[in-house]
Nanobody, 119 residues
Framework: QVQLVESGGGLVQTGGSLRLSCAASGSIFSINAMGWYRQAPGKQRELVAT????????DYGDSVKGRFAISRDNAKNTVYLQMNSLKVEDTAVYYCHALRLGPVRNNYWGQGTQVTVSS
């Protein structure tokens, strides 16, 4: 099993910045990628950003490209999401995600952290 603990959410004004952190523990040796998803009220969960644990390849949702940046610290088993130029529409619960590929695909989720952007 893999445990994911997010931190760094909160309330910020439009145009501001926040940095989210996600610390992984447990059976993390075979995790292939980690990332962030978000879910706003009444909407489906959507991709924010992902990063592979080896090589560091990244992928971003279209709505956050150029504003958000994902990074990782493998020594700390932690993934970060730097969010800049925040907009009201970025308001959502942000979930950390970890993926293990193999004969069985395993998805792991954190408990979520609220990000609220006020106008």
């Amino acid at each position: 099993q893999v445990q994911l603990v997010e931190s760094g959410g909160g309330l910020v004004q439009t145009g501001g910045s926040l940095r989210l952190s996600c610390a992984a523990s447990g059976s993390i040796f075979s995790i292939n990628a980690m990332g962030w998803y978000r879910q706003a009220p009444g909407k489906q969960r959507e991709l924010v950003a992902t990063i592979t644990t080896s090589g560091g390849s990244t992928d971003y949702g279209d709505s956050v490209k150029g504003r958000f940046a994902i990074s990782r610290d493998n020594a700390k088993n932690t993934v970060y999401l730097q969010m800049n130029s925040l907009k009201v529409e970025d308001t959502a619960v942000y979930y950390c995600h970890a993926l293990r590929l193999g004969p069985v695909r395993n998805n792991y989720w954190g408990q979520g952290t609220q990000v609220t952007v006020s106008s």
